[in-house]
């Protein structure tokens, strides 16, 4: 069975660093993109950014250009997020899902992982 | 950036009908994809290309895109189809989504 599984929830203080994974099942991970999705309480979908695991090509969206990095372990099939220094507004739900990326025109986002809850307080 | 609005809510009777609609600016010349979030779990992809279900999805669920709006139609709606509902495209090779519909099943 195809699956991306993530890790478990979170709960940092302001100015900790925190990475999170996804780690793929079931299907080639390095041919697909992986996109990083948030979801802040009571809010909607934002589309943080896509990784290619196969190169680690990455492309942020606007509101998150130097606040996360993408990163891929290609040996193990595992994508990850990473703060260097996290804040309260970062308490979402992040969610990693599969993607052949805009190359493919209009496919959508086929596989997503469970989701991982990261609470910032102090 | 690219913007695309969504109803805020749409409410509608157990075997009835429900149409959420999407627009953005030339909305007809991209592809549109839809997905669906239930409370407490992960979202699913109901409609891409515009108006193509992947397999595993209800027929109830269809997808158009004419001008500039999107519509995703659920007929003979089920209580179970609760839930909010987003659509996305690629604009720039980055991905943007609505602003989502919250559809109650009354």
């Known amino acids: 069975e195809v699956q991306l599984v993530q890790s478990g929830a979170e709960v940092k203080k302001p100015g900790e660093s925190l990475k999170i994974s996804c780690k793929g099942v079931?299907?080639?991970?390095?041919?697909?993109?992986i996109v990083w999705v948030r979801q802040m309480p009571g809010r909607g979908l934002e589309w943080m950014g896509i990784?290619?695991?196969?190169?680690?090509?990455?492309r942020y969206g606007p509101s998150f250009e130097d606040q996360v990095t993408f990163s891929v372990d290609q040996s193990n099939d595992i994508a990850y997020l990473h703060w260097t220094s996290l804040k309260t507004s970062d308490t979402a739900t992040y969610y990693c899902?599969?993607?052949?990326?805009?190359?493919?025109?209009?496919?959508?986002?086929?596989?997503w992982g469970q989701g991982t809850t990261v609470i910032v307080s102090s | 950036s690219y913007e695309l609005t969504q109803p805020p809510s749409v409410s509608v009777s157990p075997g009835q009908t429900a149409r959420i609609t999407c627009s953005g600016g030339q909305l007809g010349d991209k592809y549109v994809c839809w997905y669906q979030l239930r409370p407490g779990q992960s979202p699913v992809l109901v409609v891409q290309r515009d108006d193509k279900r992947p397999s595993g999805v209800p027929e109830r669920f269809s997808g158009s895109n004419s001008g500039g709006t999107a519509t995703l139609t659920i007929s003979a709606t089920q209580p179970v189809d609760e839930g909010d509902y987003f659509c996305q495209v690629w604009d720039s090779n980055l991905a943007v989504f609505g602003t989502g519909t919250k559809v109650t099943v009354l």
């Open positions: 899902a599969r993607s052949y990326g805009v190359a493919v025109a209009g496919t959508g986002m086929d596989v």
């Open positions: 079931g299907y080639k991970f390095s041919s697909f993109w």
């Open positions: 990784v290619y695991p196969g190169d680690s090509d990455s």
